[in-house]
């Protein structure tokens, strides 16, 4: 599994979206490294780790995750975030390894399962995707949700470079993810088991994952903090990094110890 690890201190674990890699991290890399550890990984199929055949299922992600804090020896729990689909796998990993917790920030992601409709959607890219050999159709169609309007405006760069990376993600990464998220179970009514503090962020303009529903999720959450990022759609610690950085340095600073 490739992966970042900059900086000493409290350990930070950041999962990234579907289907981008670790780079969608960098500017969070640099502003939280100079006070903690932080770790962020490239998901199976994603960036440089391998991309083996299969459905990746959050919770096979998460374990992987579990296996690379093993193989570096981090035992203490750690503080841990996920974007959208890094955000499924941070729950599938908060529920089956609470002991590895100490923290928890979900930022532009839901904990419902997908609906009948979406699950055969994503069988029907997951399909395309692995007879063209490349993700293009997957990319295209997810692109135009990704991003808040000004951003594709006034930001034509960082649109530009996003949809790079997620081009070059292999074309059984992308299948693989979208059949594992296709199956990925309800976490709703386990969320009163995540004692742990909880952040949970979201862009006003986030058409993928709502504002509605990530504040449903931040009420049913017993210990959380909602924050709305202003200027931003899905991908807010790239459409708007220093409303993200603020609001992820201000909740971690306040945890004890
Ligand atoms: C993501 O950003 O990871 C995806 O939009 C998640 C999804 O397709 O549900």
Not at 98 to 109: F, G, K, Q, S, Y
Not at 205 to 221: C, Q, S
């Amino acid at each position: 599994m490739a992966f970042t690890d900059q900086g000493a201190g409290p350990v930070v674990v950041l999962l990234h979206g579907f289907p981008l890699n670790r780079a969608m991290w960098a500017e969070q890399v640099k502003a939280l490294s100079a006070s903690y550890r932080v770790i962020a990984p490239d998901l199976r199929g994603h960036g440089e780790s391998p991309a083996p055949n299969g459905v990746y299922t959050m919770e096979s992600m998460a374990d992987d995750v579990v296996e690379l804090l093993d193989e570096l020896g981090i035992n203490e729990p750690v503080a841990l975030g996920g974007l959208s689909m890094g955000g499924y796998v941070t729950l599938a990993l908060v529920l089956k390894y609470p002991e590895r917790i100490r923290a928890v920030m979900l930022l532009d992601t839901r904990c419902t399962a997908d609906a009948p409709q979406a699950a055969a959607d994503r069988e029907k890219f997951a399909q395309t995707v692995l007879d063209d050999g490349h993700p293009t159709a997957a990319v295209e169609a997810i692109v135009p949700k990704l991003f808040a309007r000004a951003t594709i405006e006034k930001n034509p760069g960082l649109v530009g470079m996003l949809e790079e990376r997620m081009e070059k993600t292999p074309a059984a990464g992308v299948a693989g993810a979208l059949r594992g998220m296709a199956i990925r179970p309800d976490q709703t009514g386990r969320l009163g088991e995540i004692k742990a503090p909880t952040l949970v962020i979201v862009g006003e303009h986030d058409a993928i994952t709502p504002p509605d529903g990530a504040r449903a999720m931040a009420d049913a959450l017993p210990a959380s903090r909602y924050v709305l990022i202003p200027d931003a759609g899905h991908l807010t610690p790239c459409e708007n990094p220093a409303a993200v950085n603020e609001a992820l340095l201000a909740f971690l600073s306040g945890l004890n110890g």
